[in-house]
């Protein structure tokens, strides 16, 4: 059982920049993947960004709608995944989840087992 507690997010002004954490706890998050969803009012979730890791090295991907300005990392010590965003717009608001899933990056929402509770995002213009 994997347990996901987020922190970050809050108000910011476009241009601006935030840093979403997502920290891990019942399982190291070694050979897994761990995902960054959003969901803004009245649309679906959508894929943001993945990191996915195991003895072969770190992989990433990042959606097209966000590609340049954020950036998703971790911290193996700390069981930590972050999503760094930088360049913010009004398009960008939402309510942010991390997910984990095993080995694999995928941007589909249901193949994601564990979720965070979710973080607000709020880009004023």
């Known amino acids: 059982q994997v347990q996901l507690v987020q922190s970050g997010g809050g108000l910011v002004q476009a241009g601006g920049s935030l840093r979403l954490s997502c920290v891990a706890s019942?399982?190291?998050?070694?050979?897994?993947?761990v995902g960054w969803f959003r969901q803004a009012p009245g649309k679906e979730r959508e894929f943001v960004a993945a990191i996915s890791w195991s003895w072969s090295g770190t992989n990433t991907y990042v959606a097209d709608s966000v590609k340049g300005r954020f950036t998703i990392s971790r911290d193996n010590a700390k069981n930590t995944v972050y999503l760094q965003m930088n360049s913010l717009k009004s398009e960008d608001t939402a309510v942010y989840y991390c997910a984990s899933r095993g080995l694999g990056i995928v941007t589909e929402d249901q193949q994601y087992g564990y979720w965070g509770q979710g973080t607000q995002v709020t880009v004023s213009s």
């Open positions: 019942g399982r190291t998050l070694d050979r897994s993947t």
